[in-house]
């Protein structure tokens, strides 16, 4: 063999196992991972009570244990300060990246302070981390357009939008926990598309209850959601008929339809209002299918447990995580950059296609 080719040939073949080994460290976790093993991941979820969170946390374990990272998914109960000792337990263990969807989103200051003096990263999963400079990125949904999207089922719905009808007709509003930060966006998003009607008198609050403070559910607790609308309905619904509620999630749509049926609404006498939603959870799309909780809005968890793997792979790996908005989430402290994904309205004339074509609901489920 004539020597330069055969030299060639050994330096190639000497590269070989160099190449394998460092393709084999970013597959595995072993990025950031020191000499110990592979990197261990903190995931940090809010609650099981709304089965979104546990699709979210699922999705997220798979995305990186299938890339040889460790995880650790935890779930807080709805409680702010379980949630704080889980991640504090996180940081000691020695996790180099945590993924938090928060509960109250500015509670977290001090032990966002501790990881980022022990060099973890963070990335705010789906709500925004607030009053914090230790936040590295933002993974979540077009939030506004949430809010836009349920409001416009609403206009829709009853035949405002295309001018078929004027009203007037009642609505009643509600929206999210108001420590959470999607809670404003969704409900602005909701308010631009629903203030212009409100205006011209085609759509008339019968509880007089608008602002934010007044329809805020606090950590979107079904149970106080319901005992407002009852409490509203029997002071200002005696003499008329609700026709719309903006509901902010589809556990609080479900808990108000429940009430609604309580006071007699279900009827051919007296329909339930146009009931909107998110997160499309299974008993959702089967009260719409049913024709009772008008529409949800799918965020497909799956695509956000992958950009947020994208991220903090990338994050792990020294390298730059994707974004596509570097100018909406200001979290008090800094503009986190973020990247933000569609939602996408689903009634009962596109369920099929939307959730079940796309494999984000067994059809079997739904029976
Ligand atoms: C929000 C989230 C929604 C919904 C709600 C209640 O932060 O963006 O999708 O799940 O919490 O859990």
């Given at each position: 063999m004539h020597s330069a080719r055969a030299a060639r040939l050994r330096t190639t073949a000497a590269l070989i196992p160099v190449v394998a080994i460092v393709a084999g460290a970013t597959a595995c976790g072993g990025s950031g991972s020191g000499s110990s093993g592979p990197a261990t991941v903190g995931i940090a979820m809010p609650t099981k009570v709304s089965q979104r969170w546990i699709a979210d946390g699922n999705s997220l374990v798979k995305q990186f244990q299938a890339k040889g990272y460790k995880t650790d998914l935890k779930y807080a109960d709805n409680s702010a300060d379980t949630q704080?000792?889980?991640?504090?337990?996180?940081?000691?263990?020695?996790?180099?990246?945590?993924?938090?969807?928060?509960?109250?989103?500015?509670?977290?200051?001090?032990?966002?302070?501790?990881?980022?003096?022990?060099?973890?990263?963070?990335?705010?999963?789906?709500?925004?981390?607030?009053?914090?400079?230790?936040?590295?990125?933002?993974?979540?949904?077009?939030?506004?357009?949430?809010?836009?999207?349920?409001?416009?089922?609403?206009?829709?719905?009853?035949?405002?939008?295309?001018?078929?009808?004027?009203?007037?007709?009642?609505?009643?509003?509600?929206?999210?926990?108001?420590d959470d930060n999607n809670t404003q966006y969704f409900f602005n998003g909701a308010m631009k598309v629903l203030q212009p009607y409100i205006d011209k008198k085609q759509l008339v609050i019968g509880s007089g209850q608008k602002r934010i403070t007044q329809v805020a559910t606090l950590r979107w607790d079904v149970t106080y959601a319901a005992q407002r609308l009852a409490l509203i309905l029997k002071e200002n619904y005696a003499n008329q008929h609700l026709d719309a509620v903006l509901a902010p999630y589809d556990g609080i749509s479900r808990s108000l339809i429940q009430t609604l049926k309580n006071d007699g609404y279900g009827t051919a006498a007296k329909p339930l209002p146009v009931v909107t939603g998110q997160d499309a959870e299974v008993d959702s799309v089967k009260s719409i299918i049913k024709g009772e909780q008008t529409e949800t809005v799918y965020k497909d968890t799956r695509k956000l447990a992958k950009v947020t793997f994208e991220m903090g792979n990338a994050l792990l790996s020294g390298k730059k995580p994707p974004v596509n908005d570097t100018k909406t989430y200001d979290n008090g402290n800094k503009i986190v950059p973020a990247y933000l994904l569609q939602p996408v309205s689903v009634e009962k004339s596109n369920y099929k296609k939307e959730l079940i074509d796309s494999g984000y609901i067994k059809a079997s489920d739904l029976k």
């Open positions: 704080a000792d889980q991640i504090r337990t996180m940081i000691n263990n020695g996790d180099k990246l945590l993924i938090i969807a928060s509960i109250d989103g500015s509670g977290l200051g001090d032990v966002l302070v501790n990881a980022r003096q022990k060099g973890i990263k963070v990335i705010s999963y789906d709500r925004l981390l607030l009053a914090s400079n230790d936040v590295d990125y933002y993974a979540t949904f077009d939030n506004f357009k949430v809010g836009e999207l349920q409001a416009d089922a609403i206009v829709q719905k009853l035949g405002l939008k295309d001018g078929s009808t004027t009203g007037p007709y009642t609505i009643e509003l509600f929206a999210g926990s108001p």
